[in-house]
């Protein structure tokens, strides 16, 4: 399938796959509520698809991590539950409000938040992070009894409602360690404390995919799901298949060039690729400048529903494959870089990267156009 403008390369994003893994999930947390994580362009399946597929699935919100994320969505005429929480010191607060955006707290916009409800002469609607131990973004434990109480009195003021409080995981994808029991006894102290200053709000929400998945105890009033609802399994012990997952991105593409070469040659850039026989090398027209890995060897490849594995250095538009000596591969030939029925799974691309399926599906470039398949709509208007 190439793409409506004639490009050789195609991500095709099943948009029911989507909708089937919010469902999947769901079932597994119920009845605790379903956050929708479509940041980073919905993980590189398109915002507003994996928005809408979501909702269709059966998500109660969605989150983003910038502000214009959301506002995109708002654009769009999305206008269910969504919550943002990454922000610089340039973050349109006022916007947000005015737009119904929930935001994410930990602890130094809390002030900006409220000048600029005062302004807007409506409360802004807010979830307090505590970090529990991953470092990055949420109030320290430390700090977080000063953070509820100055929560606590914006809110008594009409400034802010506080409607989650909320943290996250730092190793749930590797459920046998214990700092994710950790994690946990501080995020429940920090609910302790926060009920103390009178702050007590309808959603708790500590859960990402692995936590979701794995992790009952930490379900509490809502999950934020990612990777999982694209299709991909979050641990590296478990395929997406025994989850109930379907994978919702299928990269596609064609050979450019196919060639013959005797034994001994040097593939691409540092020529670090010698065949040891006479062999048939195939191009694909795909790089790291649309996001395949540079540092990637021996990614797979299904070419005429044969195996095959690249060869040398990924260039910035294209990389190699070895197709064997006996290959009757030609110019034009389909090639499926991952999902689909290939069989081909991005995790097995992270491994040849030394990364995981989620910066695979995130990272394929804008040069490559989305297709987009089985949007539940459309289904639904078809056996309506």
């Known amino acids: 399938m190439n793409s409506a403008d004639g490009s050789p390369s195609t991500a095709i994003i099943d948009a029911e796959a989507i909708a089937h893994n919010v469902g999947t999930v769901a079932e597994y947390v119920r009845p605790a509520k379903v956050m929708a994580a479509i940041k980073a362009d919905g993980y590189g399946h398109g915002i507003v698809t994996a928005a809408r597929a979501a909702l269709a699935g059966g998500a109660d919100w969605l989150g983003t991590a910038h502000l214009s994320e959301a506002q995109q969505l708002r654009a769009e005429g999305i206008d269910a539950p969504i919550l943002a929480w990454l922000h610089s010191r340039d973050t349109d607060f006022s916007a947000a409000i005015g737009e119904h955006i929930d935001l994410g707290v930990s602890g130094w916009e809390l002030d900006r938040i409220a000048e600029a409800a005062q302004a807007r002469q409506r409360p802004a609607r807010v979830h307090l992070k505590i970090d529990t131990g991953l470092s990055r973004n949420g109030a320290t434990i430390e700090a977080w009894p000063e953070v509820v109480a100055q929560a606590a009195q914006h809110q008594r003021h009409g400034l802010i409602s506080v409607e989650g409080i909320f943290t996250h995981f730092a190793v749930a994808d590797e459920p046998d360690r214990k700092e994710t029991d950790e994690q946990l006894e501080v995020f429940r102290e920090a609910l302790s404390i926060a009920e103390q200053h009178g702050v007590v709000p309808a959603l708790r929400h500590a859960a990402n995919s692995p936590a979701a998945l794995s992790r009952p105890d930490a379900h509490f009033d809502m999950v934020r799901v990612g990777v999982s609802i694209y299709g991909q399994s979050p641990f590296a012990d478990r395929t997406a ?29 540092g020529l670090t690729y010698r065949v040891d026989a006479p062999t048939t090398l195939g191009l694909v027209p795909l790089g790291y400048g649309d996001g395949i890995p540079r540092i990637a060897v021996g990614g797979p490849v299904l070419i005429n529903r044969r195996r095959c ?63 987009v398949i089985n949007q539940p709509e459309e289904r639904l208007a078809e056996t309506g």
Do not use: C, H
Request: aromatic share 6%.
């Open 241 to 269: 298949e025994s989850l109930g997952l379907r994978p919702a991105m299928e990269l596609r593409s064609t050979l450019a060039n196919v060639k013959r070469v005797p034994a001994g040659q040097g593939v691409s850039y």
């Open 309 to 371: 594995y690249s060869a040398g250095r990924v260039a910035m538009d294209q990389f190699v494959v070895d197709l064997g000596p006996d290959s009757d591969a030609q110019i034009g030939d389909e090639v499926t870089v991952f999902g689909g029925d290939s069989g081909i799974s991005a995790a097995e691309w992270g491994a040849a990267a030394q990364t995981i399926n989620y910066e695979i599906i995130t990272r394929i470039g804008a040069r490559v156009p989305r297709v």
